[in-house]
C-alpha cells in the first residue's frame, strides 16, 4: 500500500496573478502558505485486473479511456498509461470548492502516488509542472498555477510567474516569531458556500486575453500587493499584512461579478467591526473561506461564531506533497 498527502493552501498576497493569461504576457508573483489540512491518497494493488477508484463517487472499469473522473484519468496516462489491478481512494480534510487549492493538493498526490508506485524520484518542480500540464493544458481549467505548486513544495513560498511558463520559487524570508504571529492571527471561516474555481476564473480569464485595460490595471495592482506583502512579512510587520488583504480584497472583488455576495459582504463588515484589521475570500472567490489577520480573536470568532460560521485552525505545512507509507 502507498499513501500519500499534500498540503492545502491560503494565499497572503499577489493571487489572481499566476493564471497564464495574465502571467504569460506581464509576468505574476505572489505568497503562498500551505497549511496542516490535507488531500490523501491510498494506492493499492488488486488482484483482478480493473481499476477501482473511490473518492465522492465509485468507480471500476478495465481501460483508462473509461474512467469520468479527469484528474484521475490524465494522472494515470501521464505517469503509469499501462497500470491496472489498483485500488486508488481520495480522502480530504476539507471539502472540494473551499477555495484552499484541492485540486492541485489533489493532483499532486495523486501524481506522487504514483511515481511512487513507478519508483520514480521527482523534485517538486517537477510534480507541480506534471500536476499543472493535467490541469492547464490536457484539461483546459481556466486556472493558475498556484496550488499545485505550493502544494508540491509546501511551506510560506514566494513564487514568480515568467511569461515563457517557467515559475521560480523560494522561501519567504521571515523569523521564526513572524511564523508564530501569522499562525496565532490568522483566523479561518468557512462561508458554507462551495463553487467551482473554474467557473469563477473563466471571466477573468477571459477578460485577461482579451487585454481588458481594467482587469490588466488590476491584477498590476495586486501584484504589487504581493511585492508589499512579501516586504512588509520579511520585516515583520504582520499588521500591515492585514491592511493588504483588506486593500486586496476590494479589488478582487471588481474582477469577477460573482466574487462576492451579500451575506459574504455582511461577514465581512460584521468581521472588520470585531477586531479583524483586513480579510478577504480565499481562492478564486464566490464561497469557501473568508481569513482575516486580526489583533482581538476572541470577539471575532464569538462574532463569526454567531453567525454560524465554522472556524478552523491550522498551522503551516514545511514538508510539501509526501509518500506517509511505501
Known amino acids: 500500500m502507498i499513501i500519500t498527502r499534500s498540503p492545502l493552501r491560503i494565499s497572503l498576497g499577489g493571487g489572481g496573478t499566476d493564471l497564464p493569461s495574465y502571467s504569460q504576457e506581464h509576468g505574476g508573483f505572489l505568497i503562498a502558505a500551505a497549511i496542516d489540512r490535507y488531500v490523501y491518497i491510498t494506492l493499492n494493488r488488486r488482484f483482478v485486473p480493473r481499476i477501482l477508484l473511490k473518492y465522492s463517487q465509485l468507480e471500476e472499469v478495465a481501460e483508462l479511456s473509461e474512467i469520468r473522473h479527469p484528474l484521475f484519468r490524465e494522472a494515470l496516462r501521464l505517469v503509469a498509461p499501462e497500470a491496472r489491478a489498483l485500488e486508488i481512494t481520495s480522502m480530504a480534510d476539507i471539502p472540494a470548492g473551499t477555495g484552499l487549492g484541492s485540486s492541485g493538493s489533489f493532483t499532486t498526490a495523486l501524481l506522487k502516488a504514483l511515481h511512487a508506485l513507478k519508483k520514480n524520484l521527482v523534485h517538486p518542480h517537477e510534480l507541480a509542472q506534471q500536476a499543472c500540464q493535467i490541469e492547464l493544458e490536457i484539461l483546459k481549467e481556466p486556472i493558475g498555477k498556484q496550488d499545485q505548486y505550493i502544494s508540491a513544495f509546501g511551506g510560506i513560498t514566494c513564487f514568480r510567474f515568467l511569461p515563457n511558463g517557467q515559475v521560480e520559487a523560494w522561501p519567504l524570508k521571515i523569523t521564526q516569531q513572524t511564523q508564530h504571529e501569522l499562525e496565532d492571527h490568522l483566523l479561518l471561516f468557512f462561508t458554507g458556500y462551495t463553487r467551482s474555481a473554474g467557473d469563477i476564473l ?78 478577504k475570500l480565499i481562492g478564486a472567490g464566490g464561497g469557501g473561506f473568508l481569513m482575516f489577520f486580526c489583533e482581538e480573536r476572541s470577539r471575532l470568532r464569538q462574532a463569526m461564531a454567531d453567525q454560524g460560521l465554522q472556524e478552523v485552525r491550522f498551522r503551516f505545512d514545511f514538508e510539501g506533497t509526501k509518500v506517509l507509507i511505501q
Do not use: C, P
Not at 210 to 220: P, V
Not at 224 to 247: F, S
Not at 256 to 278: C, F
Open 202 to 279: 473563466k471571466e477573468q480569464d477571459a477578460r485577461s486575453r482579451q487585454n481588458d485595460s481594467e482587469m490588466t490595471a488590476n491584477l498590476h495592482f495586486v501584484k504589487q500587493i504581493g511585492h508589499d506583502t512579501q516586504e512588509a512579512l520579511e520585516k515583520g510587520d504582520t499588521w500591515r499584512l492585514g491592511e493588504l488583504m483588506n486593500i486586496h480584497w476590494e479589488r478582487k472583488k471588481q474582477r469577477a461579478s460573482q466574487m462576492s455576495n451579500e451575506r459574504i459582504n455582511h461577514w465581512y463588515d460584521l468581521a472588520m467591526q470585531n477586531g479583524a484589521v483586513g480579510g
